[in-house]
């Protein structure tokens, strides 16, 4: 399985949540997103998103103003 990435730089707040809950629910269990922001309230929402739909965070960085995060779609 193919790793998938989202560019959501530039978005705004709620913006990369909403995106990320579509993309996850596009996605089947087990396969790898890793999503790149630039909206430091990103950091906040992603992680409580991922605790609502069960998804893992397998880590996240910030580098250069771009937060990068790597979710692990769970198993159903």
Known sequence: M??????LRGLKCPLPALRTRKLLSQMAAGEAL???CTDPLAA????NLLRET???LEGSETAD???TFRIRKRAR
Do not use: F, Q, W
């Not at 906040?44 to 992680?47: A, G, H, L, S, T």
């Open 2 to 7: 193919p790793d998938k990435t989202a560019n």
């Open 34 to 36: 890793t999503i790149e």
């Open 44 to 47: 906040i929402d992603i992680p």
């Open 54 to 56: 069960g998804d893992t």
């Open 65 to 67: 103003g771009v937060l």
